[in-house]
């Protein structure tokens, strides 16, 4: 049978230290009991406590097992004693703790968001914005874009007509030559805006989604401006890691043409990180010099280049968002989430 | 376009890397690969057996009992083909292998007869439609091996993604080029296995030629430019050998005879279409290619199916009628069938655009046709006529007899393009130099004849004399191969831009930050609407239920607010800026306006502890307007009460806004119950339109007013108004009357009930006077106040209160 004479201390103290604790008249007080026995380096029980190795081995357990009781039942008067002494919680009826009055939170759409991020990207680069009409003539939607009507290429944007030869635009691209038309070189634009494809609704189509055009035309503009400002857009938007890779393809209005992939390197929480597959972003080229004379220009004095790409998949790519006919819903609880 | 990596590797010796591997390098070059299948993808578990016995099942007339060997023991399996050749091999699906459509083989006894397996059909396999028997593999082969192998079924199917400029692209032989043009190799045409050399003559002549009473004429020589027919006698139709049909699965192609087999194997080889007609089923032995005749309406096609034919497509003809559309498919009356033993083959230049428009209007497309509206080389069809020729001597059997009619009414001519060196520069921003340009391009087929003065003179090869007939489309081919990830990406200094800042995207921005400021959501809806909501038709819509452009935005956000309250949101206030279409002249495009609306829903405020919630009201939706209208049209402009612009909204709880020039721009107020289908427990809808200006003007400078140096005296008027005198004619009254000093007016409290006569109300206006220069006294104020109740009184009969 061991000692039990520190048991027996301990019970003293408690009943001392409780005590003390409910009899302290004020909060000052109060923290005085705190001090006296739970104090880190001279209160009474943190130096049983510590002191616990000095006993012989079998009597630890149950001191230790005691001394902590104590210390547990002391701090719960020491809480329920500052509560009483610091007055009601509501004291003039003002509980801080209810919730605040708020007002209704709006947001842009997200496609929106996605559209304003590109231009601010590119105004920095020097591009204004430019728009013309969503209902045009096959004219501005086909041939002066070098896109005979009788060539497959035309077949690839299934038109949506409205009489003769008038159409909703399939693509950004008329904004192209109605701005050539309208102004004189340099011109470095971009046009966003609606486009109409005779498409049913899926997961990545809609008879109608937002396109971005963009245009450069100037003297002296080459292949090296055009891959340069495509990279640098791609770097600011994505990330100063990301990869670009220009890939030859074939648009009717552009030679050479390129499609733009990116790879973009996405880091984990933990630190990590790796790499997307590469994500086709937009396609682009140099503008074809039957357009640049189709606009009244000499091609042998201008070049250009142009681009066109969707905000939409890129919003769907940067949100996970994985049905495009989410956008159209416009389900508050969708929208709300882009309230910034 | 689907490319067997095999065939590939036949053509360019030499061509090494994985499926993928070629995929990448193909995709660097402009062909993307959109996917790699393989035709024995699900196969693997497919062995060869070899049939050592067949006899009949005791116990069923149609099925057999078959002992066969699968390579290392013999089982037995029961078998219900008509035909079991002892000694034949088959394709064995042994017990446990699983076949395409997850048909699991298992362990059986059929009639009391175990059956350990099971020999398959190609239809078993997918590997073709004959279901009538098993495969039968003709050859010679190891019971046990791999089926895939065995075959040749462990090819890889590129499908290649070809740009509608690349035409050249549509067949493994313009495949290969690309994959040679970047290494050592060459293009070469693999060996055809038993296939004689030949050496045909070639009858040439214009517009018709005929030998041994074989004719073919051209009568349109504006769509058909030279026309090769052969003749080939004693042909013995059936299934092809395996190396030919191995070649054509491996490029996604099913076998169907030898004959048609030969065609399509030129076809996907060399991308020159073939067909063979039935020589003994051509009236009189002759073709002729002419437009179709006014009285021929109708031609049936070898798909059974029944097409309208119209003057303007050309057919090719016999003696006695239509026996193909030309370059899209053949008829029904001229097919090559089991009973055929003489052909004449087709090998011909048909004009794109025309296959294009007629292909259209039949509105189909064929192989052939993909390829002749694309181009199909004209330099090239007498290799494919005795490459055609060679694969039908060597699999059917026969012999040419004659020469080639070859009717020839427009001989193809190459073009030269000159190619400046400077503006290679000029356009891609680093100097070429001449070798290194031909370098680049002579793989290709270009050949670079001489050069003056830093001009290249390039010879355009037939294949690429669709696509590349000026110097641009040179210098995209010298940036193509040179490789596009070589040019550097230095930001070079660039001129500002001579395009302003559109000022409708800047007025569209400040409305957005506005509205979402008021708390609403942004929505983007598509402009289609049904009948009823726009006078703007869609010739060729693809749904009936919205064939119509919207003429205004309202009734589409409507439709989404109800979307919404279906889903159990109770709070929506959405808006959208979009375009309005409006029918123009007869044959225009219509007028386009672009438009702002908003609709809102639902508690005024959020839900909180301290207030009770209260509905939104024709006071929110007013005041949402006038700021809008205000930002958009400058602070004169003006709502009022007044009737709706549409029936969208209900009468007599609604606004008209008018710009400073006074026209009506917009209108607001509670959406009519008609115009919706809400829930019952849903709020009422409120709702606003405005139309943007085209241009909107640069917002005024704000030019400050300075704030006030003496202090204000207020006088607050309780007025007892009658009913029949608004409150907007009484503040115009006040605001007249009450002198230059009244800085501000504002109603703060109407009342209507126990104190107030009928037919009047109180209104309690507050009026705030101030004077730029001095302290008002209040003796002037109160004259100035006793000015404005007199006329109050005397003209709107409106007293003050008490």
Not at chain 2, 18 to 24: A, G, K, L, R
Not at chain 2, 330 to 338: A, I, P, T
Not at chain 2, 360 to 380: I, K, Q
Not at chain 2, 677 to 698: I, Q, R, S
Request: proline share 7%; hydrophobic share 40%.
């Amino acid at each position: 049978m061991s000692d039990s004479k520190p048991i027996e201390a301990l019970n003293a103290l408690e009943a001392e230290a409780l005590a003390a604790a409910e009899s302290a008249p004020d909060a000052e007080a109060l923290e005085a009991v705190r001090v006296t026995y739970l104090g880190r380096s001279e209160g009474r029980i943190s130096v049983i406590l510590r002191g616990l190795g000095q006993l012989p081995a079998e009597d630890r357990p149950a001191v230790g097992q005691r001394a902590n009781q104590v210390k547990a039942a002391l701090a719960a008067v020491l809480e329920a004693r500052a509560g009483a002494l610091s007055g009601p919680a509501v004291e003039s009826g003002l509980d801080l703790t209810m919730p605040g009055r708020p007002r209704w939170q709006g947001g842009l759409h997200p496609i929106t968001q996605a559209i304003d991020e590109i231009w601010h990207i590119f105004r920095d680069l020097g591009f204004a914005r430019a728009r013309g009409p969503e209902a045009d003539t096959e004219w501005y939607n086909f041939e002066a874009l070098n896109t005979p009507l009788d060539h497959p290429a035309a077949d690839e944007q299934d038109t949506l007509y409205l009489v003769d030869s008038v159409l909703l635009r399939s693509h950004t691209s008329p904004v192209q030559m109605r701005t050539m038309e309208a102004n004189e070189p340099p011109i470095r634009i971009i046009a966003p805006g609606w486009v109409y494809r005779r498409d049913t609704y899926d997961a990545t189509h809609t008879p109608a989604f937002m396109q971005i055009e963009g245009l450069v035309i100037d003297e002296d503009i080459t292949f090296i401006d055009f891959k340069a400002t495509l990279a640098e857009f791609a770097r600011r938007y994505w990330g100063p890691d990301t990869q670009i890779r220009f890939r030859p393809s074939f648009f009717p209005f552009t030679e050479p043409s390129a499609e733009v992939d990116v790879k973009r390197v996405i880091r984990r929480p933990d630190g990590t990180q790796y790499e997307t597959d590469w994500l086709e972003i937009m396609g682009s080229g140099m503008v074809d010099p039957n357009v640049i004379a189709n606009a009244g220009y000499d091609p042998e004095r201008y070049t250009g280049w142009a681009f066109g790409m969707g905000p939409g998949r890129i919003a769907m790519l940067k949100h996970g968002v994985d049905d495009l006919r989410t956008f159209f819903e416009n389900d508050v609880r969708f929208l709300g989430q882009f309230a910034q | 376009m689907n490319v067997s990596t095999r065939w590939l590797k036949d053509i360019v010796p030499g061509l090494q890397g994985t499926p993928e591997e070629i995929s990448e390098h193909l995709a660097l070059r402009g062909a993307p690969v959109e996917g790699i299948t393989s035709p024995g993808d699900e196969l693997g578990d497919i062995i060869i057996g070899r049939v050592v016995k067949a006899v009949q099942h005791p116990n069923a007339d149609r099925l057999r009992v078959c002992e066969v060997d699968n390579g290392t023991e013999t089982v037995q399996i029961v078998c219900g083909a008509p035909v079991v050749k002892d000694g034949a091999f088959y394709p064995l699906a042994p017990v446990g292998a699983v076949l395409p459509g997850d048909f699991k083989i298992k362990k059986s006894k059929i009639r009391g007869e175990v059956s350990q397996g099971m020999l398959c059909s190609a239809k078993e396999l997918g590997l073709g439609d004959d279901q009538d028997g098993i495969l039968e593999l003709v050859g010679d082969f190891t019971p046990g091996a791999s089926f895939v192998d065995s075959v040749g079924l462990d090819d890889a199917t590129l499908d290649v993604e070809v740009t509608a400029n690349r035409g050249d692209l549509l067949s493994h032989v313009g495949v290969a080029r690309e994959l040679a043009s970047e290494g050592e190799g060459r293009v070469v045409l693999p060996e055809l296995p038993g296939a004689p050399e030949i050496a045909p003559e070639y009858a040439t002549a214009s517009p018709e030629v005929e030998h041994n009473g074989v004719s073919v004429r051209i009568d349109a020589p504006d769509l058909c430019s030279r026309y090769l027919g052969a003749v080939i006698r004693g042909v013995k139709v059936g299934p092809s050998p395996a190396w030919l049909q191995e070649r054509l699965r491996g490029a996604g192609s099913r076998p169907i005879n030898n004959v048609v087999d030969a065609t399509n194997y030129v076809l996907l080889e060399l991308g020159q279409p073939m067909h063979a007609f039935d020589l003994n089923r051509l009236d009189r032995q002759s073709v002729i290619v002419r437009r179709a005749a006014a009285d021929e309406r109708t031609f049936v096609t070898l798909d059974d199916e029944t097409r309208e034919v119209t003057p303007d497509m050309l057919l090719i003809c016999d003696g006695a009628g239509p026996v193909a559309i030309a370059g899209v498919m053949g008829g029904q009356n001229s097919e090559v069938d089991d009973d055929t033993t003489d052909v004449l083959l087709e090998c011909a230049l048909f004009e794109p655009k025309s296959t294009r428009a007629t292909r259209r209007s039949l509105t189909m497309s064929t192989d052939a046709s993909y390829r002749y509206e694309r181009g199909v080389d004209p330099e090239g069809m007498q290799r494919a006529m005795d490459r055609c020729i060679r694969v039908i001597l060597a699999t059917a059997g026969g012999e040419l007899t004659g020469p080639i009619l070859d009717c020839c009414p427009g001989p193809f001519e190459s073009t030269v393009v000159d190619l400046r060196l400077a503006r290679i520069e000029r356009v891609l921003g680093i100097p070429f130099e001449s070798g290194y340009v031909e370098s680049l391009i002579a793989p290709l087929g270009f050949a670079v004849e001489g050069e003056t003065d830093g001009v290249l003179h390039v010879r355009v090869p037939g294949f690429r004399s669709y696509d590349v007939t000026r110097e641009v489309d040179l210098i995209e081919e010298v940036a193509r191969t040179h490789g596009f990830d070589k040019f550097p990406e230095t930001l070079g200094p660039q001129r500002p831009s001579a395009v302003p800042d559109h000022p409708l995207f800047q007025l569209e921005d400040r409305l957005r930050s506005a509205l979402v400021g008021h708390g609403l959501f942004e929505a983007q809806t598509p402009a289609f609407c049904p009948e009823g909501e726009g006078d703007v038709q869609v010739a060729n819509p693809l749904t009936t239920t919205e064939p119509f452009m919207r003429r205004a935005i309202m009734p589409s956000l409507i439709r989404r607010v109800e979307y919404n309250l279906a889903r159990g949101n109770r709070d929506v206030r959405l808006f959208e800026l979009g375009t309005s279409f409006r029918k123009a002249g007869s044959g225009e495009a219509p007028l386009e306006e672009s438009h702002l609306a908003a609709v809102m829903t639902g508690r005024r405020e959020p839900p909180h502890w301290s207030r009770e919630d209260q509905p939104l009201e024709a006071w929110d939706i007013k005041a949402l307007l006038t700021d809008t209208a205000q930002r958009t049209y400058g602070p004169s402009a003006s709502v009022e009460p007044g009737e709706p612009l549409s029936d969208t909204l209900e009468s007599g709880s609604s606004f008209l806004v008018r710009s400073s020039s006074g026209e009506v721009v917009g209108h607001a107020g509670r959406v009519a119950a008609s115009a919706c289908d809400v829930p019952v427990w849903a709020g009422e809808l409120w709702a606003f339109e405005l139309t943007l200006p085209a241009h909107p003007p640069e917002p005024e400078p704000v030019t400050v007013t300075p704030l006030p140096h003496f202090p204000a005296s207020e006088r607050d008027l309780a007025l007892l108004v009658p009913d029949s005198v608004t409150a907007g004619s009484v503040t115009e009254a006040i605001q007249r009357y009450a002198g230059r000093d009244l800085e501000h007016l504002e109603i703060f409290d109407l009342y209507k009930g126990d104190g107030v006569p009928e037919g009047l109300r109180s209104l309690a206006f507050r009026l705030r006077f101030r004077s730029p220069t001095r302290t008002l006294k209040d003796k002037q104020v109160d004259k100035s106040v006793a000015v404005v109740l007199k006329r109050l009184e005397e003209d709107l009969g409106v007293e003050a209160r008490g």
